[in-house]
């Protein structure tokens, strides 16, 4: 992405009334983020949706390339990268949102391709209850096999509780800010912040120097429920910023899902609500994620796999490997059982005969039997 390109494409998120949705059409109809700058008033009026007042608008906002340019000078002192929204590294999850930002700053290494996201969001004044709940769930989500990235806010309570149980739990982390990256908020937090980079990223769509304002928390909840294939709230009064990103999940037609509490409890009212009226799965354990995602559950299919073929300890190994990785080739497998070539065919060899495994093209080798 050259600079220039980029320096527009940056500009066109900070012109005052521009929403992405318009944004959007906007560049559409011109042909590119550049193009809307050359425009002329009636030429962006005949673009859908722009009527004569926000076509006004961009005109006396073109100055905004300016601040574009410090942003981007910005962004490569401290690292960060930005990614817009048609961009082939744009998160795949987000892009299908039709208010995702025209731009993401990213900074941190995460893969966004071929990976499970959930987003785990709830009060601020998280109850040790709560606080357990979130710490267990993550737990099995680690144990599960399956890895998934969590995603919050890195708000006081659950959210920062769900970013440390990743990190402790070694599973990648995202915390989505609601302002630019010349301040980490709250400040207590700038040393997790530090460690999701490291094991995960911080994201955010606002420029530094952005103003500090309400309607940032819900901009940014609509990330958080974008990036995700569910979110889960844990904890939540009757009001609360965790339930409008619940509501912004359910307008994506996203699976939402709440920890169930006691009637008496003020911090489950909000959690209790959302299953009452199903706008939210009852969520009990991580397994419950996994079901209703259509998630295979990793352990249980090698339990499964382990139940009536009878195989000798060298060779319940070599179904370990096999089991855990996937398809492996045959040189993989020899590498993580250190037994040589010779007697990885042999045993392989006696695995297809008793129907435990099963051969395929290339070398590859899958589990097929049931093991015992």
Partial sequence: MDDNSL????????????????????????????????????????????????????????????????????????????????????????????????????????????????????????????????????KEFAESGHNPIIISGLAYGIDVCAHRAALKNGLETIAVLAHGFDRIYPQNHKKTASEIKEKGALITEFISGSKFERQNFLRRNRIIAGLSDATIIVESAKKGGSLVTADIANSYNREVFA??????DCYSEGCNSLIKTHQAFLLQTAKDVEYILNWESINNTYKQKILFVELSEDEKIIAEVINVNQKPVIDFICKETKFNMSKVSSLLLEMEFKGAVRSLPGKIYELSGKII
């Fill in 259 to 264: 920890v169930p509490g006691r009637l008496d």
């Fill in 7 to 138: 320096i527009y494409k940056i500009a066109l998120g900070l012109i005052p009334g521009l929403g992405p949705v318009t944004a959007k059409s906007i560049i559409s109809y011109t042909g590119g983020p550049e193009n809307v700058f050359k425009a002329t008033k009636q030429q962006l009026m005949k673009a859908p949706g722009i009527g004569e007042y926000l076509a006004k608008t961009v005109i006396n906002n073109k100055h905004v390339t300016k601040d574009a340019e410090k942003e981007l000078r910005f962004l490569k002192k401290h690292d960060i990268k930005p990614l817009f929204y048609l961009d082939k590294d744009y998160p795949f999850l987000l892009k299908q949102c039709p208010d995702a930002p025209l731009m993401i700053f990213v900074k941190g290494d995460i893969d966004f391709k071929d990976r499970k996201f959930i987003s785990i969001v709830g009060t601020r004044n998280a109850t040790a209850h709560g606080k357990e709940n979130c710490e267990r769930l993550i």
